[in-house]
Each structure stands twice: as C-alpha cells, then as structure tokens.
C-alpha cells in the first residue's frame, strides 16, 4: 500500500471531474455523483472546483467548472476556446452512448482547467478512467498531489467491439494501477480485477465507497399509510433491468390478491418504453399497472417509492451486464424508503439486502418473482420483520458515513 504523505486541511482545494445528463438547461438528477460530493467536499474544504462534463446526449456540449468557496457556491465557469473548438465533433455524434470524442474532451477539460487556470490542487477525484488518467498526468508534472479513481460501473466485458473492451480496460487498468486510491461503489469490482489477472499489490487500494444517501432522504411512512398489495419498480427501462419480467410476473400475483398493484417509474429508451406498453395491454393490466415515466427529480421519486410496500429489483441474468459488479441504488433506495426488496442474483448488494433480512433473492423470470411476492405479502408477521430490518439498515447509508470512511483508509482524515 502506497504511503500517506499529507492530510486534508480546511484550505485544501479539492477538484472533482465527472458527468451529468443535461436537458432544457438543467441537470437530471441521473449523473455521476454530482450532488453528494460537491455537498460533502463544499462544507468541510475552502476551495471545491467541479468540472461537469455534459453527457453524450445532453443540450449542451462544453464542460461546465462550477467553484465552491467556503462551502458556498461562487461562480460559474467554461473551458476554454481550446476545448470549446471540439463543439462540432461533439454536436456530430451528441447521441447517448459511448463516444470517443468525448472521452477526448473529458481528458482535454481536465488538463485545460488545472494548467489553464495554473491550480495547485490537494485532492483530484476523477470520475471514470479518462478523468482519473488525466488527474494522473497532472500529478506526475506537479500539479496535483492527491489522485482518487471513483468507478460506478465496471465490467470485464462491457463492449462487444473486442477491441474497445480491450481499450477500456486497458484505461481501467491504468488508471488503477496509478492512481493513490480507487473508489469503487462495489467490491464486487476489486474481485473482478483480480480474476482478469490484476496484480493487486502494485496497484492503488481497493477502497469501497458504496452508493449512499442523504440523512433527510432517509425517512419512512408507518405502515398504515402505505398502500396494500403495492409494488414498485424504479429505474432505468432498459431490459436488462427487468421491468418486463416485473410486468409478466403480475397476473399470477393478481390472482391472489386481486388489488394488487406495479408501480414502473423511469425512462429509457422510446423503444424500451413502447414495448412495456404494448406488454401491459396484452396482458390486460391496464388496471393494475400504473406506468409514471421518468421522475424528474430524487425528491419526487423517493415520495413515490416510500407509498409503496414491496420493491422490485428483478435484474436478469446476462453475462456480459454491468450490474453483476455494480451497486444497485434502487436496493438502497428500496431500504432508505423504508420497503423490503425482492430481487435477483445479480446485483452484488442484493445479497446484503438479504443478509439484513430486507430482501429475498430469486430467479429472473415471472414465475419465481410472483411467488416471492406472494409469500411476502401473504405473511404480515414476515413482512414486518422484513420492512423493519430495511429500516435499520438504511439510518447508516449515509454519504458523509461512505465518504468519511474513503478517506480515513486513504489516511487523508
């Protein structure tokens, strides 16, 4: 493990470099842990500088460079013509997916920003490698002393280009290997690179910072004012998630408890959001299957999931999905409301969630996510000791508890 050579102090000047989705001028509350950490950083250290580089995808295309000042917010900022002069590649290929020109002007923002405004900064936290390579570069020529790689998500075989997932990893494996600390959301992940063969005592230190919440997020209504028979699924509508097997699975459901009903709230792709239409009405579940859409914001979404009194995490089982190494935040966000979660074997903290005794794992298909529902539901005594076990679990899923800890094994605090 690398040696410590300095700490944190009030005047440290701290740098983040991550992602958020923009629409209509706004950021979706969907992004690279924007929020939780400018809060945390912003209220303990002078200086905090974000640079929020827009999303393929977004309405706008330059990097943003919001500055904290003594835990207040003080101006607003834009790269530099530098960076700005790739609009017209970036307007070219400005679609929701992985795009090398982005990836070009992430690492470009971050050079632009330090050595453009000449920074000296104490701690770099990069969010995904390109970030975390360029925090690299500035540190070998003396402008960072500190650099942190935050993973959100990580797959040995996240692209099915063989070259791309080569190229990559071989980014996730440089980025690991010098950085002073990887932040990963799982440690799913640091298991994952050991078995592709990471040598692990060169590399920088496994630090688990885990997908968290804040305190007055996590709140619960009594049972009472909860709705019976009620479920919810909320997240994204891709199909590896599941939402469709959520659907399948409610006419067994209904047969027993026939008020029962499936609350889907997210967006996705129109195609995603068309077939799971098409699927509620083919199974004549115009009644019992409440399709809400995207929720703009976290507020809202967690006053819709605390109503409810079962979620439903019913991620399927694909080899090559992201979410057999990820942090699934729809569990946590499940226990920070309050509710038990059913889900599959996929998702690593869906086996925390069942240690906690908050949730029951079960095969990703229709069948056997219906009948762990109905045992639940058909148990009020279980149901109960499930809904207080999420309870408990969740008052210390906090992120000042899962940054605070980051850094103290950093030996930064």
């Given at each position: ?161 063989k070259w791309f997932n080569k190229f990559y990893l071989f980014l996730d494996k440089t980025a690991v290997r010098y950085s002073d600390a990887t932040w990963n959301v799982s440690d799913a992940m640091t ?14 230190p496994q630090i688990l910072a885990p997908n968290a919440f804040f305190k007055k997020e996590i709140k619960f209504l009594p049972f009472e004012k909860t709705k019976p028979y009620s479920i919810i699924y ?134 056997d996510l219906a009948k762990t529902v109905i045992d639940i539901f058909s148990n009020k005594k279980q149901y109960l000791k499930m809904m207080n076990a999420a309870r408990v679990a969740a008052k210390e ?17």
């Open positions: 493990m690398k040696v410590n050579l300095i700490m944190l102090t009030y005047d440290s000047r701290i740098l983040i470099a991550t992602f958020s989705p923009w629409k209509n001028g706004k950021r979706l509350p969907t992004n690279g842990m924007v929020e939780p950490l400018v809060d945390y950083f912003s209220g303990r250290y002078t200086d905090v500088y974000l640079l929020d580089q827009p999303h393929p995808g977004s309405d706008i295309l330059v990097p943003r460079i919001e500055v904290y000042k003594n835990g207040k917010f003080s101006k607003i900022k834009s790269s530099s013509f530098f960076v700005s002069a790739l609009s017209p590649l970036l307007a070219a290929q400005n679609v929701s997916a992985t795009q090398i020109s982005f990836k070009l002007r992430d690492f470009l923002s971050v050079i632009d920003l330090v050595i453009g405004q000449k920074l000296k900064i104490d701690l770099f936290i990069g969010f995904e490698s390109v970030n975390a390579i360029a925090g690299i570069f500035l540190k070998k020529v003396g402008f960072i002393k500190k650099v942190v790689y935050y993973v959100s998500d990580f797959s040995p075989k996240r692209y099915k280009s298991v994952a690179r050991k078995e592709l063969g990471y040598n692990m005592e060169k590399f920088s909320a997240g994204t509508l891709g199909l590896e998630n599941g939402p469709d097997l959520a659907i399948q699975m409610m006419p067994q459901i209904i047969k027993k408890f026939p008020s029962a009903s499936l609350t889907i709230a997210g967006g996705g792709r129109p195609e995603d959001e068309s077939l799971l239409k098409s699927l509620i009405q083919k199974l004549n579940l115009e009644k019992n299957v409440n399709f809400v859409g995207f929720v703009p914001t976290n507020r809202e979404l967690y006053e819709l999931v605390r109503k409810h009194r079962l979620l439903i995490a019913p991620y399927k089982a694909i080899r090559e999905s992201v979410r057999w190494y990820a942090d699934a935040v729809k569990i946590r966000m499940a226990l920070a409301c309050g509710l038990p979660v059913v889900t599959t074997q996929v998702p690593p903290n869906g086996k925390l969630a069942e240690k906690a005794g908050a949730g029951i794992i079960t095969k990703d298909n229709p069948k899923n906090t992120w000042e508890n899962s940054y605070t800890n980051a850094l103290k094994k950093m030996g930064l605090i």
